[in-house]
């Protein structure tokens, strides 16, 4: 039987990676978090000192940075920077790189090159760009408030300083960003399921959308 493509598009916080990765886990099929993609490209240009604006030259400087993904690893060159880009710096400027048209285009095909074996990919643009033909495409979302409380305790579980209400003004700053940006926005792609994980727990989400796979696979 065939592979599924199975993809998450959705705010920062709204509980992707985590549902993503169990559902890969239990579907028995490669996972893809792009948004370490887009994170691995703007913590490295930013200490090239490359401002986050579009440049003639900035796909094939995107290209010849040699962004990889051993496993749950995330390469730069020979640099792991798997660590580096989960922090707060760069959660500040992932989205002014993001945003640019050859940063994505740059990393456009890599994440296709990863569907191979079916997957299941979160990010913003999964079903509108990258996966248009996907299987299974899903929205997940969930008020701002819970995203921002459960970024604000993954912090404090990981021994780290935590300020809610930084975050939560950081959460609604990058939704904006994400949502209204020229290039791919965040939104809600036609042929969605929309879950909201506001009052769900984690098992029942992962069980709605293993449902909504075998349904249609
Ligand atoms: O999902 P995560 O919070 O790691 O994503 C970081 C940022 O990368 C997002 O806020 C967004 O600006 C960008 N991103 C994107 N397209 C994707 C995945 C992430 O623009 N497919």
Redesign the pocket.
């Known amino acids: 039987i065939r592979r599924p493509i199975v993809v998450l598009?959705g705010?920062?916080?709204a509980g992707?990676?985590t549902v993503a990765r169990m559902l890969a886990r239990e579907l028995e099929l490669p996972f893809l978090?792009?948004?370490?993609?887009?994170?691995a490209v703007?913590y490295w240009l930013q200490r090239q000192k490359v401002p986050p604006e579009e440049t003639p030259d900035l796909e094939s400087r995107v290209l010849s940075l040699g962004v990889r993904l051993e496993g749950e690893r995330v390469l730069v060159g020979q640099e792991d920077v798997t660590a580096a880009?989960?922090t707060e710096a760069?959660?500040r400027i992932?989205?002014?790189?993001?945003?640019l048209p050859s940063v994505?285009r740059g990393?456009l095909e890599l994440?296709r090159s990863q569907a191979e074996q079916g997957l299941v990919?979160?990010?913003?643009?999964?079903a509108s760009?990258?996966f248009p033909r996907a299987d299974v495409k899903v929205y997940l979302t969930a008020s701002p408030q819970v995203r921002a409380r459960r970024r604000h305790e993954e912090r404090l579980a990981a021994g780290q300083t935590s300020d809610y209400e930084a975050i939560l003004r950081q959460v609604e700053e990058?939704?904006r960003?994400?949502s209204s940006?020229e290039c791919?926005p965040?939104r809600v792609d036609e042929g969605a399921l929309v879950v909201d994980t506001s009052d769900l727990s984690l098992p029942e989400v992962v069980d709605r959308l293993r449902r909504a796979v075998e349904g249609r696979v």
């Open positions: 598009d705010p920062a916080g992707k990676s978090d792009t948004g370490a993609l887009y994170r703007a880009i989960r760069v959660d992932v989205s002014l790189y993001a945003a994505r990393l994440q990919a979160e990010g913003r643009d999964m760009v990258v990058r939704d960003i994400d940006r791919a965040l």
